[in-house]
Nanobody, 114 residues
Framework: QVQLVESGGGLVQAGGSLRLSCAVS????????MGWYRQAPGKQRELVAT???????NYGDSVKGRFTISRDNAKSTVYLQMNSLKPEDTAVYYC????????WGQGTQVTVSS
């Protein structure tokens, strides 16, 4: 059974930093593309970042230069380092594992105050 558990969310001030973690179990983590998505109130879920099994990364335009996705295969964990946070980054952040089917975590709330 594949499980994704996000952690690291919280409340920070604008300009601050936060690191999210997503621990994966129940599958061979190193084979999969991983991603972070977010959904703010009243908005559609949007891509934040992805990282392939080979380490190739992709970022949404709104976070380029500020966020960094990485993975630690030994720990079966994907991270999202968020710097220079803005109030518009406030959202629930979801971890995604893309395999034959997609798996999602339950999300972690990130709130950025002005």
């Amino acid at each position: 059974q594949v499980q994704l558990v996000e952690s690291g969310g919280g409340l920070v001030q604008a300009g601050g930093s936060l690191r999210l973690s997503c621990a994966v179990s129940g599958t061979i983590f190193s084979r999969n593309t991983m991603g972070w998505y977010r959904q703010a109130p009243g908005k559609q879920r949007e891509l934040v970042a992805t990282i392939t099994s080979g380490g190739i990364t992709n970022y949404g335009d709104s976070v380029k230069g500020r966020f960094t996705i990485s993975r630690d295969n030994a720990k079966s964990t994907v991270y999202l380092q968020m710097n220079s946070l803005k109030p518009e980054d406030t959202a629930v952040y979801y971890c995604n594992l893309n395999s034959y089917v997609a798996y999602w975590g339950q999300g972690t709330q990130v709130t950025v105050s002005s």
